[in-house]
């Protein structure tokens, strides 16, 4: 009972920055996590971050760390994915999910429709 909209998508350049949003409604807080997957073409989803709504720890893939945080408005409902130094491997649909624990795909019950991700070298 939980759905989710992505946003801030688009096609920046090699260095830029570019912050996501997911807007969630329903249960929400009912699921374990929210968690941030990329899917590039004719690849694996990939785990990128995630972050529990009790007690807000995060967790990030190690391709990820240091250029990428993942935060939380528990008022607005929404999670946020802002995203620094991109890199052209950084190019793929992100897509915000629900449920969790952990970095598996399967693990999480919601699905946001996914947002294009471009970074240009």
């Known amino acids: 009972q939980v759905q989710l909209v992505e946003s801030g998508g688009g096609l920046v350049q090699a260095g830029g920055s570019l912050r996501l949003s997911c807007a969630a409604s329903g249960r929400t807080f009912s699921s374990n996590a929210m968690a941030w997957f990329r899917q590039a073409p004719e690849k694996e989803r990939e785990f990128v971050t995630a972050?529990?709504?009790?007690?807000?720890?995060?967790y990030y893939a190690d391709s990820v760390k240091g250029r990428f945080t993942i935060s939380r408005d528990n008022a607005k409902n929404t999670v946020y994915l802002q995203m620094n130094s991109l890199k052209p491997e950084d190019t793929a649909v992100y897509y915000c999910a629900a449920g969790g624990p952990g970095p598996a795909s399967y693990a999480y019950d919601y699905w946001g429709q996914g947002t294009q991700v471009t970074v240009s070298s």
């Open positions: 972050i529990s709504w009790s007690g807000g720890n995060t």
